[in-house]
């Protein structure tokens, strides 16, 4: 389990991505700065489609009956079907302080992101 978990899969998850810069950079060096800004976008894209997936995948399958209060009532226990309003996924104050945690990072990237979209918006005049 944690062999599979710890080393294939992200194995796995990294073989197309690299595969991909491998691609955008090979031919003449003229086409190489505009490939290798397509291949990084391609990465970002793969990137955020696997997270994606697996949360939404977690959220589907990790769902379990809610009661009006919004707690959940029965964790193995599902009625069949979605039910939008009275089904969900809840979590503890661990999985609150991480994605507290996770925001905070993810705004940091803004430090670099705003810069660029000044410096893009400069050249693109």
Known sequence: GAF??????????????????????SGPIETVVESVQVGVGTLAGSTVLLLTLTVAASMVYG??????????RDLRRVKEGLDW????????????????????????????????????AQIYR
């Open 63 to 72: 769902r379990c009956d809610l009661g009006a209060d919004g707690e959940a």
């Open 4 to 25: 599979i978990g710890g080393f294939v899969l992200p194995i796995l998850g990294a073989l197309p991505d690299a595969a991909i810069v491998i691609a955008s950079v």
């Open 85 to 120: 309003t009275g089904q969900g996924v809840t979590v503890d104050k661990d999985i609150m302080s991480q994605a507290k945690i996770m925001m905070l990072c993810s705004v940091s990237y803004l430090v670099i992101q705003i810069p660029g979209f000044i410096y893009m």
